[in-house]
């Protein structure tokens, strides 16, 4: 019985052994044949180091070919992660490398651990070292093993400020799961900088171009032997833009200048019963804190200058400040006035004023809510009453009666019997009141005017190569429920859509919300008859490498075009007919020449005064002022707009200033536009743009600031309408 338990046990354990012995040898089997490649495959990965090497961006000139965003060759100091993975070796690396570099070894610790650089690759350890630090490491690799000098690139901005927030600048990856995902997919290194405004953003994969690499083959200490394989990096696209930097410098100049006049101009006094009004300080100045001015080709959608202030100089960006610097030159702030970074002439939220009636007047004439179009006219003695609403309602708590501007006085301006032409001309807000109500109210209450001004692009994207564009809101009965569900208006409010939202959308003001890019788009609809043209600020993709030509530029003549954009596109053509527009061009005509209207007295246009000393007859010009009222509906918180297009079709430009918190839309924004198209006309000194002086890195301003010379400065003079217009 015990001898046959013995047997079995010796059985089971032969067979378990048997079994064990035949694992060992399929298992030999696989790692000496199957599995050799994949193991070779790991010797050599351990024996080789490959370093990526970054492509030259594509650089960004202008539309005469000045480069304004360039790229400097700079050498990084790198270390591969294999050499220093034990924490003695690296304690006895930091040691050694630290005087070497003029880093801590914290710093250098901190570059190793951080998230921020790729875990596969290279450690960089510091950027833009000199060619002497790079020859002393490269050849005492045996007291710096796994030590290697990469080269990079650095981006420059020689022209900056001027153009910034159109160029854009390059920063870090954001340290968060979408965007390092985002990246990733495309090829990029967590350390990689990429576009993160302007331009550099919108054409980050145009910009780019592809990296390359090289593998080493190094010994057990990480120091190499030999080159194994080279994949040279190819350098990114060029970018040519639209702006021309000589009126992009005019504009910046011209838009600065008026905003610090309007700073030392007194705010008209708050009048109660013809007295001060005690509630408020007798003395008030503008606030102008910022503004922007756009200059389009409304034949082709160019864009040839946009300004926005406040500006930045974007070589902040590369100049390897400290954090807390970079902090106080762009303080996180909830206060609109003070941001920066945001390039106002297509993130702008604004009312329009008075610089929207030409299109309600669009609305009322194509539509035939004006019977006889042109043949229609009312006398307009100051004041409007809402004929809709039954007289008992007038008496509870609704708004029936709407004035004009007051006329200085204190009452309101009455302009006697007008037309369309004389309406748009004077700014009669009488006029617009009547089309607002009656468009709504004879017609069903149905969005007659929303469609009508949507059709030049009010209410959308105009789909600029710009990012962050704000498409604005058109008031309608979707958006006010949408504005109370999210709190920013009452309950109450959203309940519906009323004639009064119609009288204040007729005038410009409510809901209605525009940048002054869509206010650009819709008067060069106006001037080019009626086509609504995509805006862009990039004229053309070049092959990499555009040959140079004089100091600072390329030359355009050797270079090659891979991708054109000069040609126009149109979003849409509204069909404008000639009895439509013509009386909309005649009556802003007649805004910037004259003559006025006359009833108890003579009114002038809200633009003859100012524009007096314009050379109409090189240039002819049509135009349209505009006041929005701010908070509280104090004076001194009115912003102003003005928009303006040449009747020249040798000089197809359109032009719109905005000016917040700086009054009234003749005497801010107007004179802004003035210099420009007197600039346009050939009849004032434009300086050519010429390099910015090294960034100074000690100095705390974000921008020098800028302004017309002496002999330019005159353009903004003139008087503007003493109306609120």
Aim: proline share 6%.
């Amino acid at each position: 019985m015990a001898v046959g338990r013995s047997v079995s046990r010796i059985s089971v354990l032969g067979t378990v052994a048997l079994l064990l012995g035949s694992l060992l040898c399929l298992r030999l089997w696989f790692l000496q044949g199957v599995g050799s490649a994949d193991a070779d495959l790991k010797v050599l990965a351990v024996r080789t180091r490959t370093v990526k090497l970054s492509p030259e961006r594509g650089r960004i000139f202008d539309l005469k070919g000045r480069v304004v965003a360039d790229n400097e060759r700079i050498l990084t100091v790198t270390l591969d992660r294999a050499v220093i993975a034990k924490p003695l070796s690296r304690l006895q690396m930091w040691n050694r490398l630290s005087g070497v570099l003029n880093m801590t070894v914290a710093q250098l610790e901190d570059r190793y651990v951080s998230k921020k650089y790729d875990q596969l690759q290279a450690v960089p350890l510091k950027e833009d070292v000199s060619e002497d630090i790079g020859v002393y490491l490269r050849e005492r690799s045996e007291d710096y093993p796994g030590i290697d000098i990469r080269e990079d690139w650095r981006r420059e901005y020689p022209y900056s400020p001027m153009a910034s927030h159109v160029i854009g600048f390059l920063g870090a990856i954001k340290n968060n799961k979408s965007e390092l995902a985002y990246y990733k997919n495309l090829g990029y290194d967590p350390d990689a900088r990429v576009g993160q405004f302007g331009v550099e953003q919108t054409y980050e994969s145009v910009l780019r171009g592809t990296p390359g690499y090289v593998k080493y083959e190094v010994d057990s200490r990480g120091r190499i032997l030999r080159q194994l394989e080279r994949k040279d990096p190819v350098p990114g696209f060029d970018v040519q833009l639209t702006i021309n930097l000589d009126l992009q410098q005019f504009a910046e100049q011209a838009l600065q200048t008026e905003l610090m006049l309007r700073r030392r101009t007194e705010a008209p006094t708050i009048l109660k019963n013809g007295e001060p009004d005690p509630t408020f300080p007798l003395l008030n100045y503008y606030k102008a804190p910022a503004g922007s001015t756009v200059v389009m080709n409304h034949q082709t959608g160019e864009i040839v200058a946009m300004a926005s202030y406040p500006n930045f100089d974007n070589r902040w960006f590369n100049a390897g400040i400290s954090s807390e610097k970079f902090g106080q030159l762009f303080p996180k702030t909830d206060d609109p006035d003070q941001s920066i970074l945001v390039n106002r002439a297509i993130s702008g939220r604004y009312n329009l004023g008075s610089s929207f009636k030409p299109f309600v007047a669009y609305a009322a004439l194509n539509t035939g809510q004006l019977a006889g179009g042109t043949n229609y006219y009312l006398k307009d003695q100051g004041t409007y009453k809402l004929q809709s609403i039954p007289k008992e309602r007038c008496e509870l708590n609704v708004k029936c009666i709407f004035k004009n501007a007051n006329c200085g006085n204190g009452a309101p301006c009455k302009y006697g019997r007008i037309n369309i032409v004389s309406a748009l001309a004077i700014s009669s807000d009488v006029f617009f009141y009547k089309i607002g109500e009656e468009i709504f109210s004879l017609r069903g209450n149905k969005p007659i005017l929303e469609e009508q001004v949507r059709q030049f692009g009010f209410g959308s994207p105009t789909e600029i190569d710009l990012p962050y564009e704000y498409i604005g809101t058109v008031p309608s009965k979707a958006l006010k429920q949408r504005l109370a569900a999210s709190g920013a208006i009452a309950k109450e409010e959203g309940k519906g859509y009323y004639v009064g939202d119609n009288v204040q959308f007729a005038i410009g003001q409510g809901l209605l919300s525009a940048s002054p890019l869509q206010l650009a788009v819709a008067y060069g609809t106006l001037a080019n008859g009626g086509k609504v043209m995509k805006p862009h600020v990039v004229r053309a993709i070049w092959a990499p490498g555009t040959p140079n030509g004089k100091s600072g530029q390329v030359d355009l003549e050797k270079g090659t075009v891979i991708q054109d954009f000069s040609a126009p596109e149109i979003v849409r053509d509204i069909g404008a007919r000639p009895e439509v527009i013509d009386p909309i061009v005649r009556g802003l005509t007649r805004v910037v020449n004259g003559p006025g209207v006359r009833s108890d007295i003579y009114h002038s246009t809200t633009g003859e005064n100012l524009f007096r000393s314009y050379p109409k007859r090189t240039l002819p010009i049509a135009g349209k002022t505009g006041t929005a009222q701010g908070a509280g509906n104090l004076p001194w918180n009115d912003s102003s707009a003005f928009g303006a297009f040449s009747k020249d079709p040798t000089k197809p430009y359109t032009a719109v200033a905005y000016l917040e918190k700086s009054g009234f839309g003749s005497r801010a924004a107007a004179p802004v536009v003035k210099c420009e198209f007197t600039a346009l006309a050939g009849k004032i000194h434009v300086d050519t743009a010429v390099p910015s002086d090294p960034l100074d890195n000690a100095s705390f301003d974000v921008a020098p600031p800028q302004s017309l010379g002496r002999s330019n400065v005159m353009c903004v003079i003139g008087t503007g309408s003493s109306v609120r217009d």
